[in-house]
């Protein structure tokens, strides 16, 4: 296939590459400070827009469920930008009420499209409405969070420490029903809930990748993994499954080339 965005490459590196959710389109977004979208009809993979975020270099950047906005986040900013693209206006969101962060980085979005979950400083989970963008409520892991994901019904959250402890958190009362321990882990990274809800696979910085069912997360304190994957020799950065749960791709961003499926 020819790059999805070759008309045209950003001038940095790039931090998030996502399909939109029902349209063929492809978002790139990265350290030049811009957010392209590519019509992907694999032949010439037209560019729709590109808008440019001034002085802010993005560090992540997603869809809402819905497809109607992009949320950005920068590498050293406390604020993010909100683009609507039926309006195509650029809102910047300065400040979120109660939530007292130096910068905000990672986030998640629900698969169902209500909230959204900020990753805040020494273990601080900031959960927004998706609507309004303001603090619903904000929960604490002990340690410092690497991770987050949802459920895909979105009523729970898992949320990996770097101490290697998962928190399995309820959306709706925001209370903590069970914490695990990822077994050999010395320093989590990335996790992952599958479609259907069976498995979680957390991901850690020695690279193995540990897959286990969800009913024993939700019941055991030191569950034994379905199967411990070891196929990367760096630190495993992003674990990701498909829509069918019948694929795992793991992958390191520390090596050339280190993208494995499982």
Request: charged share 20%.
């Amino acid at each position: 296939c020819l790059p999805a965005n070759q008309e045209r490459f950003a001038n940095g590196k790039l931090a998030t590459v996502q399909f939109h959710p029902s349209a063929q389109v492809v978002m790139t977004a990265g350290h030049d400070r811009s957010v392209s979208l590519f019509q992907v009809d694999g032949v010439k993979n037209p560019r729709i827009q590109s808008i440019y975020l001034e002085s802010f270099p993005i560090y992540k950047a997603c869809f809402s469920v819905d497809g109607e906005q992009v949320i950005a986040t920068g590498t050293h900013h406390r604020m993010f930008f909100v683009y609507d693209m039926m309006s195509g206006s650029i809102t910047p969101i300065e400040k979120v009420r109660g939530v007292e962060e130096r910068f905000l980085r990672d986030f998640e979005v629900s698969p169902d499209g209500s909230f959204m979950l900020l990753t805040g400083t020494s273990g601080y989970l900031h959960l927004l409405s998706m609507k309004t963008k303001e603090l619903i409520s904000t929960m604490k892991v002990n340690g410092r969070c690497t991770a987050s994901a949802f459920t895909p019904d979105s009523s729970k959250i898992y949320s990996y420490s770097k101490e290697g402890e998962v928190f399995i958190w309820d959306v709706r009362s925001r209370r903590c029903l069970h914490k695990f321990e990822d077994e050999g882990c010395l320093e989590g990274k990335c996790i992952a809930v599958s479609k259907n809800n069976q498995y979680v696979a957390c991901g850690s910085a020695s690279g193995v990748v540990n897959l286990y069912n969800t009913d024993v997360c939700l019941k055991e304190n030191n569950p034994k993994p379905v199967k411990a994957i070891m196929n990367l020799v760096t630190s495993a950065t992003c674990v990701t499954f498909n829509p069918t749960t019948e694929i795992l791709a793991v992958a390191s961003r520390e090596a050339d080339e280190a993208v494995k499926l499982v």
